[in-house]
């Protein structure tokens, strides 16, 4: 029943930018926090921000602070990453996640999960 359900992946340039979205359907969106993971190849899976259902206040790893900026609309049951000044090693494939009490990037501690998009920066 429950689904989140990614898309806004591509191919882009260095130094371009996407904007991911995640719908949600089937729980109480409202109630969950919202994370964004990614997976490169050979790589694990790391979190790159969050968003709060508390008050809103988000989250990033290091390496995208200043590029990314996740937002939530609630009455879309809809996440978005805004990704900008992308670079090649920001290519994975991109996930949400739903959590009512998980920490921002513990992947483990997330219930529900999308199906991935697939983000590729060539260089």
């Known amino acids: 029943e429950a689904q989140l359900v990614e898309s806004g992946g591509g191919l882009v340039q260095a130094g371009g930018s996407l904007r991911l979205s995640c719908v949600a359907s089937?729980?109480?969106?409202?109630?969950?926090?919202i994370g964004w993971f990614r997976q490169a190849p050979g790589k694990e899976r790391e979190g790159v921000s969050c968003i709060s259902s508390v008050d809103g206040s988000t989250n990033y790893i290091n390496s995208v602070k200043g590029r990314f900026a996740i937002s939530r609309d609630n009455a879309k049951n809809t996440v978005y990453l805004q990704m900008n000044s992308l670079k090649p090693e920001d290519t994975a494939v991109y996930y949400c996640?739903?959590?009512?009490?998980?920490?921002?990037?513990?992947?483990?501690?997330?219930?529900?999960w999308g199906q991935g998009t697939q983000v590729t920066v060539s260089s």
């Open positions: 996640a739903a959590t009512l009490w998980g920490h921002c990037f513990r992947a483990h501690e997330y219930k529900y």
């Open positions: 089937g729980f109480l969106f409202a109630d969950y926090a």
